[in-house]
């Protein structure tokens, strides 16, 4: 930035470039590596972390009570991502002393005390499998004590899954369980029957499979539940109903780890918003702008203000609107800027996203782009957005928010004739409806509309749907739940 001239412009691949690569991620998850490890040489520590193929890795943990079904989940989990899952059995394959300590507690039928259980975990995450593709602890922690251990032990899921279900289901559930003592693979006579007759032949009772023993272990886990939530973070946890089918259940697991944890690294919000005249877009944009002190940027607007101010960008509009080379009116061309050359607009949008405000505080974009080719250009420009949000209307409910506008020609108010009538007679009949908002005119707009927005879904992948069929404070509300939250992974998969 060269602050010898005015006005002040901040290139825009800084900011970009620091997005991109996740620089300032990177930092926090560097920095909270350090402070929970306590390093007796932290710069080395920060040497080694920066080494790593991929240090932003799944850390998964999967709670609930017996035969809710974590372990079938975690497995599908597993065979869609690779992660690497660490159940009792995986802990007491560790060649260690505090493994043969946990399997002492096992053998006692008692909770495996936390420091203990923190120890064996530790040293299991630590492993190349995985650091390298993730972990997913399952069945711990048992106790609030063994939760709080972990965390004392440096252990901190991203993800912690609460899986519920009622204690009749739950019952059925475990009644019908099955074993292979070959493979060690878990059947169940209903729900899910062996495939091949030698495995319905070799498959056993699980060991002590009473339902006295099932009631047992669920006293156990309701005494103890509500102090395990109490001590994880509550921004990370997802309560999933396990009494529905697998397919299920494991559909809404991996959608809610596919959710990123909020992050306290800075960002500046670079927001597009998109639908037909009439969806709120005026609207929303100044919702936003007024809560979190974005600039809301309109292209018409932007267009008037270049075209008064006789700018060197507005004397080149102003050759194309006098010698009427868009066909319409001065006026319906301040409303559509289509007909102007695409390097005029965008030369004009990019001035603007260049001032120091914008740099800064962030922007939210109304009525531009409205092609592919022009976000491509919009994206070329260094100006591409970080939040695309697309506002869902039906045809019927645009046409009654613009066929019945009116507006004052004394006063200059405007009016609706159904949510913001005039307050006399006498008003009511001298107000004018722009020709704009004749039910033709915005039939025509939505098809226009209608013929480019799915190029415009397809080029901005990560954009996101909103009903804007509401109360324009509901959808305020829909839109800003997701503006606060990190964009969702695509998949698993996208994270190793």
């Not at 075209?307 to 006026?331: C, E, L, P, Q």
């Not at 004009?348 to 922007?363: F, I």
């Not at 409910?397 to 609706?416: A, K």
């Not at 039910?439 to 209608?450: F, I, P």
């Amino acid at each position: 930035m060269d602050e010898t001239k005015r006005p002040l412009k901040i290139p825009p691949e800084f900011t970009m470039y620091a997005e991109k690569n996740e620089l300032f991620s990177l930092y926090e998850r560097m920095i909270q590596e350090v402070i929970v490890s306590q390093p007796a040489d932290p710069l080395e520590q920060m040497i080694n972390f920066l080494h790593r193929e991929n240090d932003d890795v799944p850390q998964i943990v999967i709670v609930g009570p017996p035969a809710s079904g974590k372990g079938s989940v975690a497995r599908m989990v597993s065979k869609e991502s690779g992660i690497h899952i660490i159940d009792t059995a995986d802990l007491l394959a560790v060649d260690s002393e505090q493994a043969r300590q946990v399997k002492q507690c096992l053998d006692g039928d008692e909770d495996i005390p936390g420091d203990i259980l923190g120890a064996v975990v530790k040293e299991r995450v630590s492993k190349k499998d995985c650091s390298d593709q993730g972990w997913m602890l399952v069945g711990y922690p048992k106790t609030r004590d063994q939760a709080l251990a972990l965390q004392r032990h440096g252990i901190f899921a991203k993800h912690v899954v609460f899986m519920e279900a009622p204690d009749m289901v739950l019952v059925e559930r475990y009644m019908g369980k099955r074993v292979d003592p070959e493979t060690g693979d878990i059947y169940h006579l209903t729900f899910e029957p062996p495939e091949t007759p030698d495995v319905t032949r070799r498959i056993k009772p699980i060991e002590n499979q009473t339902e006295k023993h099932l009631r047992k272990l669920l006293l156990h886990y309701h005494r103890n539940i509500e102090g395990i939530r109490a001590a994880v973070s509550k921004g990370t946890t997802k309560v999933i109903n396990a009494d529905q089918p697998k397919t299920d259940v494991h559909a809404q697991v991996s959608h809610f780890l596919c959710q990123q944890a909020r992050s306290v690294a800075p960002q500046c919000p670079r927001v597009i918003l998109q639908g037909p005249r009439g969806s709120g877009k005026s609207t929303q944009a100044a919702l936003l702008a007024a809560k979190y002190g974005l600039v809301n940027v309109s292209v018409v607007d932007l267009i008037k203000q270049a075209i008064a101010d006789n700018s060197k960008v507005g004397n080149m509009m102003s050759t194309y609107i006098d010698k009427k080379m868009m066909g319409r009116t001065t006026n319906r061309h301040l409303v559509n800027v289509g007909p102007l050359p695409d390097n005029i607009v965008l030369k004009c949008l990019v001035e603007r996203l260049s001032k120091l405000d914008c740099a800064t505080k962030g922007w939210v974009l109304r009525g531009y782009p409205r092609s592919r080719h022009q976000a491509e250009a919009l994206s070329e420009a260094g100006y591409a957005p970080n939040r695309v949000y697309f506002l869902e209307c039906p045809t019927d409910t645009i046409v009654e928010r613009l066929s019945l506008r009116r507006t004052d020609p004394v006063t200059g108010g405007q009016y609706h004739l159904i949510y913001n009538p005039p307050p006399s007679l006498e008003m009511k009949r001298r107000l004018k409806t722009h020709h704009k908002d004749a039910e033709s005119a915005v039939d025509e707009d939505v098809l226009s509309y209608d013929s480019q927005v799915e190029e415009l879904v397809d080029y901005y992948s990560t954009s996101q749907t909103v009903n804007a069929d509401q109360d324009p404070h509901t959808v305020f509300e829909s839109i800003e739940s997701l503006l606060v939250k990190p964009l969702p992974k695509q998949s698993l998969r996208a994270t190793l």
